[in-house]
């Protein structure tokens, strides 16, 4: 029932998102922050919120490389790069964001995937900046490449030895980072 959903979001129902039904593991429930958020924080409970908003209430999400959606702020777009580019947590890095499933539950990892493999979400991503003019396509996975380059590629590592699980979130993330260019399956893999 769409009214049960609505009213859960916007936190009528009380403490818990109970009403919303099959979408109330997605409903981020009421926000009550204990304090000012990290830039970790802010951006997990962003994506919450939009996982909840496109899964739950069935609205349409922003991509930025269709013609007739808005196009994002430089400012944003620069940020967002920072995020993608940076594997330190205390940058924000976004690729730990997802690895952490105590700040990222599961279905909001699965929305992030599913995202990541939409064509105009994986275009526009793969050409944010993130690190001055290297692209997501300039940047090397260090346990992989760190081993015969050496410091050769220093500015272009990202350094997330979690993405040589062979299952679960890492190994979703280093496909996903595959599919939008980056240097993931060791030298010996790669066919560019």
């Not at 739950?56 to 269709?66: M, N, V, Y």
């Not at 280093?174 to 066919?191: E, F, M, S, Y």
Request: with cysteine.
């Amino acid at each position: 029932d769409l009214a049960a959903r609505v009213d859960a979001f916007l936190g009528i129902t009380g403490t818990d998102c109970s009403r919303a039904g099959e979408f109330a593991e997605a409903c981020p429930g009421p926000y009550a922050p204990q304090g000012p958020l990290s830039p970790v924080e802010a951006a997990a409970d962003a994506l919450a919120w939009e996982a909840f908003l496109v899964s739950g209430l069935g609205l349409q999400p922003l991509q930025p490389a269709e013609p007739m959606q808005p196009r994002v702020p430089p400012d944003l777009t620069l940020r967002l790069g920072v995020m993608l580019g940076t594997s330190r947590e205390e940058e924000g890095s976004f690729w730990r964001m997802l690895l952490n499933d105590k700040l990222v539950p599961h279905h909001v990892f699965r929305y992030t995937c599913a995202r990541l493999e939409q064509g105009s979400d994986r275009a526009w991503l793969s050409e944010v900046p993130v690190r001055g003019t290297l692209r997501l396509r300039d940047m090397f996975l260090r346990s992989e490449y760190f081993p015969l380059t050496g410091s050769f590629l220093e500015n272009q590592y990202l350094d997330l030895p979690e993405l040589a699980a062979s299952a679960g979130r890492g190994a979703e993330l280093r496909q996903a980072l595959v599919g939008l260019g980056a240097h993931c399956g060791g030298p010996n893999a790669v066919t560019r």
